[in-house]
């Protein structure tokens, strides 16, 4: 006897039940529901014919009345209930990406094996290349295994992007790579910048770094071509060579015993003692390829009636493409309803793999565990990457329309899949962004941000979708913020933009447009921050119908564009006015930027040789910055804190208190670095390069007269930190190279010359008078 009580055990089996109704309840369908309705209708009319018998006909009316009334309202608010006890909050991941399972033998392909190991020994960096369905994947897992049989040794990387039609460009494959080998990949502004932090992470390490499913030797040729103490594979399909120093090792088809082999262990019965002829005969029509002796060999396992002479007698007659074709007709006519309606949508989506989740989205249901295993135990998906669906890339293509082909070709059911499929990702990538910056949420964005770029980038939006890609846009906002991958935010922005413009919804337009006119203006380029400013205002053509945010935004687009103070001016205060009451990190951001258009002010005067004005408002704007930096210590907004630090140093540096200067810098490059904002720290060493300039003992004539390099060498080094977080384009930029330009005379002329190219973006536009003082001094001779 148990301890379980009769109680729990009844618990137990109707929990059990419930688990069980509610993973088919999907499959009911609309026989089932006028089934049960009709069920109900025949108790109302039994229950009627009793009560008749017992009680007078007013009280039988009324008792039905409620039953009728009562019981769709209840059954509405239990069905509320389990559905919301179902939108549980994402599932945590473990912190790295796993690499792929060991094999525990692999046919045919020993030969190519042992020369994979020998030239990774001695070369470092060895590529293994095959046709789609050779097992390139499968071999270099092995390899790998092979090479480093722990765990803790192993790196990898799956480079197959979201887009099945568009490959991962260099720098995206340098930044995966980077985050796989626990390095922050927004510090690379090109991809071969990660090639000495490759050689840093893996030197001497005796880790092997598998980098799969490479489509061309361009997205890698940035990799060191040896590291010490380590091994680099990289497998794919290639659709370009590699250099002749590196060793490529190609995958073709299986030899003839090995296709037989393959095959027989698949089937696994007596069918292929019986049969010998007719197993060889299959196994060629298969062309040595182990995708397609995997997949017709569990077709026939599925179907043990079937001799293989009876296969062969139909294949004969048939083309070499039809002959595949032939058992993957067979292979789908045979799937049951819910994996054949699975495998018709994840054929068609643009999108080249889901995760299990997302898969249970697209058909409506809890699971689609039973869909999943069946279809991969045919060979018509692959379960890859921690529970990640593809479909094989030879049925790509042959199911639904493609979702960005125009709403109108869709039938209703694809369009319906398709946007639960976006309601899936929108309510997970919410729950992740929320988690930030914690290791399980940094892990679910590395392998979904392509995704869902590529789910805002359809052409043609499916109705109702706008809050969820809206919910996307801000997630993908906050990740790629925290990466300082800034190509990726405006692109992100720019598909919310056309989406949101697409589905008529204003208000996700306008924050998508004023998003890319923020980060152009970060990035330096206010030509084309204006223009996406303009596309903004021109949706709210009214001022006052403009939310804060355009307001801000229009204020940071006319002091970049010019000195326009009292315009500048004007705008704040709208600003001011359109934030709704309490809103106090907004009111800190005004007063930030009310503190810098003081201090732009103040420079004015100061060219102007009007010294005592230009410290009346260096004072005032020290007064306002405090404020703003209360403020936004009580929002929590360390963002405008930063800022507002940042500002503060400038303000005391103007006023001659260097020591206070160099205190709010350290606070805000400290600030900056928690909030992952490289830009800002960029600014910030300018900043104290130029604070240590102002002193007689680093004054670049001094310097090169007396030959103390000592000072020269920390300045110039607090420069070049800059120049490597800051952006191409910018004020900032341009003044570092001005500074390194007079630190290093025999390289003047090239820094100017960068100096000018950060410029560039004011060229033919209005400009602001220090941007006009820079390009007077850096053309000076």
Known sequence: MTDISRRERLGFRLSRLYRLAAAHWAELGVGGALTVGGAILILQEELAKKLVELLPIWAVVGLLAVFVVVVPVVAGLVTYRIRRHRARPPRPLPATMPFPDRIDELIGREAELRRIKAEALERGVVVVHGAIGMGTSTVAVHAVWELAGEARKQRYADLRGADRDRPETPLSVAQRVLRTLNRPPGGIQEPGDATEEVIEALNGTGQVLLLDNVSSWSQVEWLPTRVPGAHIVIAGTLADQPPQHIELIQLGPLAPDARRTLLARHIGDDRVTREPKALELLADACLGSPLELVRVGRWLAGNPGVSLQSLVDD????????????????????LRPTAKRLFVLLAGLPIAEVDHQAAAALLGVPSAADAI??????????NVRMTRVRVSGTFRGSGAADPGTGTAARPPREVAAWRRLVEHFAEQATGYAGRLPAEEARTWFAMEDRVLLQVLAREEPAPRTGRALAEIGDALETWFRLEQRHED??????????????LGDEQVQVTAELRQCAILLTTGDPREARRHFDRAAAVRVRVESWPADLHLAHAAILLSAGDEYEAVESALVRYGQALTGGHVAGQAIRLANVAALLMRKAQAHDHEGAAGKARGLHTNARVVLFEALDLARKAGDQATEAHARELLALAHHYLGQSHDAGLHLDEAERLYAETADEFGRGRCLVHRAGILLADPAHEPGTVASTGASTGADTVAGLLDQATSRLPAAGISTALAHLHLSRLRPDRAADHRRKGLRALRPWDGIAEPKQVEELRKQ???P
């Not at 295993?373 to 692959?382: N, P, R």
């Not at 992100?492 to 989406?499: D, S």
């Open 373 to 382: 295993a069946e279809l991969a135990g045919l060979g018509l998906v692959e």
């Open 489 to 502: 935010r405006l692109r992100a922005a720019a598909e919310l933009a056309r989406a949101a413009e697409s």
């Open 315 to 334: 294949l004969r007659s048939l083309s070499i493409p039809d002959t595949l074709d032939f058992v993957l007709e067979r292979s789908v006519r045979q």
């Open 778 to 780: 850096l053309q000076a």
